[in-house]
């Protein structure tokens, strides 16, 4: 299976601030990777899918970038309520996969 | 607007058997493949199932393959998740969420989830 590697574990940033979340891929998962964010006691959201595309209703400060094992998620700037758990994962391959997540906590 | 409503969960037994359904709705269910995800207590995500929009096809997770079976009543608007053999490392909040379908990303849409504890 194809496993997801997202670092840091934990992010502390200050609102106002620019986040860079990573994911490695143990193989390559073409574009196939997406992000999501969840909040304590809430199911996950889809923010970004295919590597680079915003679901619908997500804000245009969160962006995705990255193909084959090396992907990106930014939050140009941090709002207060983008204080979460982020995860990736991939559809490239069954069966699918998710990182560990990275938290993004307030500094 | 799209909804999906998780139910069944509970306690039950090691070894033991439970059903968890998934209702759906503000959709048109037979276009889209179906999730199921789970998360146990603290931590992060797995992906448990998928089923194909006709329920044609199936792939699993290995941790649940041979005791979980997913299915789907396109008649009923509703999936399902059966779960056998249960043992204690599958006690997590368990999410149905919707596949793929033109124009349209997967997991793009979350039940708000239905725990189960396995626990003697």
């Known amino acids: 299976e194809i496993v997801l590697t997202q670092s840091p574990a934990t992010l502390s940033l200050s609102p106002g601030e620019r986040a860079t979340l990573s994911c490695r891929a143990s193989?390559?998962?073409?574009?196939?990777l997406a992000w999501y964010q969840q909040k304590p006691g809430q199911a996950p959201r889809l923010l970004i899918y295919d590597a680079s595309n915003r679901a619908t209703g997500i804000p245009a400060r969160f962006s995705g970038s990255g193909s084959g094992t090396d992907f990106t998620l930014t939050i140009s700037s941090l709002e207060p309520e983008d204080f979460a758990i982020y995860y990736c994962?991939?559809?490239?391959?069954?069966?699918?996969?998710f990182g560990g997540g990275t938290k993004v906590e307030i500094k | 607007q799209v909804q999906l409503v998780e139910s069944g969960g509970g306690v039950v037994q090691p070894g033991g058997s439970l059903r968890l359904s998934c209702a759906a709705s503000g959709f048109t269910f037979t276009t889209y493949g179906l999730h199921w995800v789970r998360q146990a207590p603290g931590k992060g995500l797995e992906w448990v199932a998928f089923?194909?929009?006709?329920?044609?096809?199936?792939h699993y997770a290995d941790s649940v393959k041979g005791r979980f079976t997913i299915s789907r009543d396109n008649s009923k608007n509703t999936l399902y998740l059966q779960m056998n053999s249960l043992r204690p490392e599958d006690t997590a909040l368990y999410f149905c969420?919707?596949?793929?379908?033109?124009?349209?990303?997967?997991?793009?849409?979350w039940g708000q989830g239905t725990l189960v504890t396995v626990s003697s």
């Open positions: 994962q991939q559809r490239n391959d069954w069966p699918l996969t």
């Open positions: 193989q390559s998962v073409s574009i196939y």
């Open positions: 089923i194909r929009y006709d329920g044609g096809n199936s």
């Open positions: 969420s919707r596949g793929s379908a033109t124009g349209s990303p997967p997991f793009d849409c």
